[in-house]
């Protein structure tokens, strides 16, 4: 029987990275929800439709969160 070290996969964004996002979603606590490569971005102040650029400053295992970057 083979081994393999069982790895979850990596997170596609990095605390300080900026990424141009549209809010896909408003989540339970009224957060906008986007998405990069399929991984859940929680943006505040944000509302579904709206398209900002936003600065990840936290990531966990399953989602991350952003901070809207000013124009």
Excluded: L, Q
Excluded at 8 to 21: A, F, K, L, N, Q
Excluded at 33 to 48: C, M, Q, S, W
Excluded at 64 to 69: D, P, S, T, Y
């Amino acid at each position: 029987m083979e081994y393999r070290e069982r790895r979850g996969p990596s997170s596609p964004v990095s605390v300080g990275e900026v990424y141009d996002v549209k809010i896909e979603d408003v989540g339970r606590e009224g957060d906008g929800i986007a998405r990069v490569e399929g991984f859940v971005v929680f943006v505040p102040n944000t509302k579904k439709g709206d398209n900002v650029r936003v600065r990840i400053s936290k990531v966990s295992r399953r989602v991350g969160f952003g901070e809207v970057v000013p124009e």
